[in-house]
C-alpha cells in the first residue's frame, strides 16, 4: 500500500469526531502480549479529546499497560484544538522525549507537529490516528472501519427483515472523522447493493453534542415523515444512543445500529426495550495491546513489520450481548 507524505502547512480549525469504543471486558486481555522491551520511557500522549467515555477508557488502558512496561506516559488533552496539538508536539520534540503517541488524530493535520518530531528524531505513535500508513508515524494501531460499517449496515438489514429492497434508512454521518467516514462510505456500498432506500444523510456537526444534534434530527424527520422510515444507522453509539431516545418520544420502534459498542450501548442492547438493537464493538483491548507492543519492539530495536496495523470488532446483538456486559 503506498504511503502518503506528510508535507506543507499544518490545517487548523477543524473538529474531528472521535469515533470511539466502550471497553468491555472481553476484550481487555485480548491480542498481542506487551513485550517487556525497552526499560524506562518518558511518553508524551496527545490526543484529540479525553472527554467521552470511551476515548479516555481506551487512553487509560493504555496508560495501565505502558506503566506494567515501565514507560511514564503524560496525557496532555486539546479540546479538538489542532493548534495546541501541534504546539504540544513541538514541545515534546524538544524536550527529546522518548515517543509522541497522537491519540484519535489525522497525522494529516499535524504536520508541524509531526514535522518537528521527525527533526528532532522522537518516533510518533498512533492510537487509532489517520487511516492510511504515513512515513512519519512508526506505528499506528487503528480499527478497520470499512469492516465495522459494513458489519453495521448488514445487521440493520438483518433487523429489518432480512430483505433491504425498498427499505427505508436514514443514516448519522460526520465526514470530517476520517474514521467515520470510511465505515459510513462502505455502510452505504452495503445499503446500495441490499436495494435499501437511504431516504436521508445527515451530517452531524459537532461530535461533543452529537447525541442531542441527532436526537433533534431523528424527531424532526419523523414528525415530517410518520410512518417514513425502517431502520436507523448510526457512524458511532453516542449519536445511535440519540436517535432511539427520539423513537422512544415519538413511540416508534424501529430499530438502530451504531458502531462502538460502549457501556451504555451494550446495556441498551440487553434491556432489550431499547430501539438501538446492535453494535460493533471495537476491540481497544487488542489495539492498546497491539500498540504497546510494538512500542515496545521498537525500544528494543527490532524492526516493525508495518507502521499501519487495522484491528476487527465483534458485533453486538440481543443474542450474545451477555457476553459483553460487565
Known amino acids: 500500500m503506498a504511503k502518503n507524505r506528510i508535507l506543507g502547512l499544518a490545517m487548523t480549525g477543524l473538529a474531528v469526531a472521535l469515533a470511539l469504543g466502550g471497553c468491555s471486558n472481553p476484550g481487555q486481555g485480548a491480542g498481542a502480549a506487551p513485550s517487556g522491551g525497552g526499560g524506562t520511557k518518558n511518553i508524551a500522549l496527545i490526543t484529540g479529546s479525553y472527554g467521552t467515555p470511551a476515548a479516555k477508557a481506551a487512553m487509560d488502558m493504555l496508560i495501565k499497560k505502558g506503566a506494567a512496561e515501565g514507560w511514564t506516559i503524560k496525557l496532555q488533552d486539546t479540546a479538538f484544538d489542532y493548534n495546541k496539538i501541534n504546539s504540544l508536539m513541538q514541545d515534546a520534540a524538544a524536550q527529546k522525549v522518548d515517543a509522541i503517541i497522537v491519540g484519535y488524530t489525522t497525522p494529516e493535520l499535524i504536520t508541524l507537529g509531526m514535522q518537528s518530531a521527525t527533526d528532532a528524531g522522537v518516533p510518533v505513535f498512533g492510537l487509532d490516528a489517520g487511516v492510511q500508513p504515513v512515513d512519519q508515524v512508526t506505528l499506528n494501531v487503528t480499527s478497520d472501519n470499512p469492516w465495522f460499517g459494513k458489519t453495521s449496515a448488514q445487521a440493520l438489514i438483518t433487523l429489518m427483515g432480512g430483505n433491504g429492497k425498498g427499505k427505508r434508512v436514514l443514516m448519522l454521518e460526520h465526514d470530517p472523522h476520517p474514521g467515520v467516514k470510511l465505515r459510513t462510505e462502505a455502510a452505504r456500498e452495503a445499503f446500495q447493493a441490499a436495494g435499501v432506500d437511504m431516504v436521508n444523510q445527515v451530517q452531524i456537526k459537532d461530535p461533543t453534542s452529537g447525541r442531542q444534534e441527532a436526537m433533534n434530527d ?47 450501548g451494550i446495556a441498551a442492547i440487553k434491556s432489550g426495550t431499547n430501539s438501538l438493537k ?49
Open 218 to 264: 431523528v424527531a424532526d424527520y419523523v414528525t415530517a415523515h410518520p410512518g417514513g422510515l425502517d431502520g436507523i444507522w448510526a457512524g458511532w453509539d453516542d449519536v445511535a444512543m440519540g436517535a432511539a431516545l427520539a423513537l422512544k418520544n415519538a413511540n416508534s420502534d424501529i430499530p438502530v445500529t451504531g458502531v462502538d459498542g460502549t457501556d451504555e
Open 278 to 326: 446492535a453494535t460493533v464493538w471495537q476491540d481497544w483491548g487488542t489495539i492498546t495491546d497491539k500498540l504497546v507492543a510494538g512500542m515496545g519492539d521498537y525500544f528494543a530495536g527490532k524492526k516493525l513489520p508495518a507502521n499501519l496495523e487495522k484491528v476487527e470488532g465483534k458485533l453486538i446483538t440481543a443474542e450474545n450481548v451477555s457476553q459483553f456486559s460487565k
